[in-house]
């Protein structure tokens, strides 16, 4: 989870986020919500690069990772998993 919201801090540019999570029968669904359209897409690391780490460990433990804009501007990231 804090490596979604920092993502949101870093790359969409606010402060003003909103976090939910949810556990129903063992499945946990994580959203990070941005008030704003961001100005680019976090990039994946190059070697040597000391960033961009993060959101291949989220993919690789999250069954489901799905981005969404509003017509707002607002950026939903959701992340599901068993647990």
Do not use: K, W, Y
Not at 21 to 39: H, K, N
Not at 44 to 54: H, I, L
Request: aromatic share 2%; hydrophobic share 35%.
């Amino acid at each position: 989870m804090s490596e979604l919201v920092t993502n949101g801090v870093l790359h969409g540019g606010t402060e003003d986020i909103v976090v939910n999570a949810d556990d129903v029968c063992g499945r946990l669904t994580i959203q990070v919500v941005t008030s704003r359209r961001p100005e680019g897409l976090p990039a994946f690391p190059r070697n040597g690069d000391g960033v961009g780490r993060g959101l291949r460990i989220v993919a690789a433990l999250c069954e489901c990772v799905n981005t969404h804009t509003d017509p707002l501007g607002r950026r939903t990231v959701t992340c599901e998993m068993n647990v």
